[in-house]
């Protein structure tokens, strides 16, 4: 089954204890994405990767790393989280076209973070 | 000025009607506008893509665009209960640019 999965589903930290969330896709995908969502402000880019190796930063890169060393995976890094790290966070993937990306998204099923 | 901008309703309509959900977008050189479906605690699901001006059908969906007034509308016939979701519209600018703008999506609530 083509799938996008993400770990944790839920996690409770304290601030400052550094966490990495997981994501997988299995689509041989090139193009991968993490967002976050919060309440009345979408979801907004926070890295994205086009390809191994290649990452650039979204709209809200601070207080998150990546890293892309194989093509299925992207995890991302909070290395001190705080408080407004707090948010449902979502791994995504598209397909390539001739231009770059689609646009057309895969999501993972999310990972609610809360930071204390 | 959001980027991409919707209604965060919600948008009540009984069981049968149209629902009519619209966005409208800031960056005139935009190419690519999607409509995706998130049911509550769920992720995000594509339901429609579009690029040209004008209708693009698809079952019960039709997505609209108008680049000159920089406005996209999601049409629901038939509304059904198990429509009842958020609706997030996704602009994408052209070129090497390789951002999706999402806004803050439409409730839609569809009642029997």
């Known amino acids: 089954e083509a799938q996008v999965t993400q770990n944790p589903r839920y996690l409770i930290t304290v601030t400052g204890k550094k966490l990495t969330v997981t994501c997988s896709q299995n689509?041989?995908?090139?193009?991968m994405s993490w967002y976050r969502q919060d309440p009345g402000l979408g979801l907004r880019q926070i890295y994205y990767?086009?390809?191994?190796?290649?990452?650039d930063k979204g709209d809200v890169p601070e207080g998150y790393k990546v890293s892309r060393k194989e093509k299925r995976n992207f995890p991302l890094i909070l290395e001190s989280p705080s408080p407004n790290q707090t948010s449902l966070y979502f791994c995504a993937s598209s397909p390539p076209t001739g231009t770059g990306y689609s646009g057309e998204l895969f999501f993972g099923e999310g990972s609610r973070l809360t930071v204390l | 000025q959001k980027e991409v901008e919707q209604n965060s309703g919600p948008l009540s309509v009984p069981e049968g009607a149209i629902a009519s959900l619209n966005c409208t977008y800031s960056?005139?050189?935009?190419?690519?506008f999607f409509w995706y479906r998130q049911y509550s605690g769920k992720s995000p699901e594509l339901i429609m893509s579009?690029?040209?001006?004008g209708d693009k059908e698809d079952g019960r969906f039709t997505a609209q665009l108008n680049k000159a007034s920089q406005y996209v509308s999601l049409l629901i016939r038939d509304s059904q209960p198990s429509d009842s979701a958020t609706y997030l519209c996704?602009?994408?600018?052209?070129?090497?640019?390789?951002?999706?703008?999402f806004g803050a999506g439409t409730r839609l609530a569809v009642h029997p």
């Open positions: 689509m041989n995908h090139e193009y």
């Open positions: 579009i690029y040209s001006n």
């Open positions: 990767s086009m390809n191994v190796e290649v990452t």
């Open positions: 996704a602009v994408r600018r052209s070129g090497g640019y390789n951002k999706l703008i």
């Open positions: 960056d005139r050189v935009s190419q690519s």
